[in-house]
T-cell receptor, first 113, second 116 residues
Framework: AQSVSQHNHHVILSEAASLELGCNYSYGGTVNLFWYVQYPGQHLQLLLKYFSGDPLVKGIKGFEAEFIKSKFSFNLRKPSVQWSDTAEYFCAVNAGSASKIIFGSGTRLSIRP | DTGVSQDPRHKITKRGQNVTFRCDPISEHNRLYWYRQTLGQGPEFLTYFQNEAQLEKSRLLSDRFSAERPKGSFSTLEIQRTEQGDSAMYLC??????????????FGPGTRLLVL
């Protein structure tokens, strides 16, 4: 069965620190990969997505993610975080011809001003 | 606002009661999904529709749950004889599926259900 693992449940950083959130998935075939973000009191929003092509994907608000097929990973990065990045981040995979998305359990990011 | 909308946003009910939630997708999106999210977890897939047809149901969807999308636009999710374990956030998402595998799902604000 497909699954998504997010290694960190809660990450605390100071403003301007660099961010990397880990994500690994289990599926041997073609995948579509996503990072969604949920800001406090708001609904899930798409940060970025990978379907094919360049494995380095750029998203909104300065976020990027790199698909490393050999490691089954899709880590999220941002060189310098801001207080407004405080949110919960979900990695997700949509495998093969399936339509449903499988989500990780999320990483809560807290930014100290 | 042309995003996915859900109604109600919050619902408190007593165990054993029936509840119904509504989702209005983004206009012209042909796929509509239902997910459930509990505290500390990511959303879990429940079911999805392509137009009026319900194409997949998760094993999480017991026979107390039923979903419809009668005209291929809005959808309803009904839970009969609610149990305390049904307490969760129920999320709706929609997408425009074309012939290829690449589709992006857009989520609504969710309906938070509390069963007492």
């Amino acid at each position: 069965a497909q699954s998504v693992s997010q290694h960190n449940h809660h990450v605390i950083l100071s403003e301007a620190a660099s961010l990397e959130l880990g994500c690994n998935y289990s599926y041997g075939g073609t995948v579509n990969l996503f990072w969604y973000v949920q800001y406090p009191g708001q609904h899930l929003q798409l940060l970025l997505k990978y379907f094919s092509g360049d494995p380095l994907v750029k998203g909104i608000k300065g976020f990027e993610a790199e698909f490393i097929k050999s490691k089954f990973s899709f880590n999220l990065r941002k060189p310098s975080v801001q207080w407004s990045d405080t949110a919960e981040y979900f990695c997700a995979v949509n495998a093969g011809s399936a339509s449903k998305i499988i989500f990780g359990s999320g990483t809560r990011l807290s930014i100290r001003p | 606002d042309t995003g996915v909308s859900q109604d109600p946003r919050h619902k408190i009910t007593k165990r054993g009661q029936n509840v119904t939630f509504r989702c209005d997708p983004i206009s012209e999106h042909n796929r509509l999904y239902w997910y459930r999210q509990t505290l500390g977890q990511g959303p879990e897939f429940l079911t999805y529709f392509q137009n009026e047809a319900q194409l997949e149901k998760s094993r999480l969807l017991s026979d107390r749950f039923s979903a419809e999308r009668p005209k291929g636009s809005f959808s309803t999710l009904e839970i009969q004889r609610t149990e305390q374990g049904d307490s969760a956030m129920y999320l709706c998402a929609s997408s425009l599926a074309t012939s290829g595998p690449q589709e992006t799902q857009y989520f609504g604000p969710g309906t938070r259900l509390l069963v007492l």
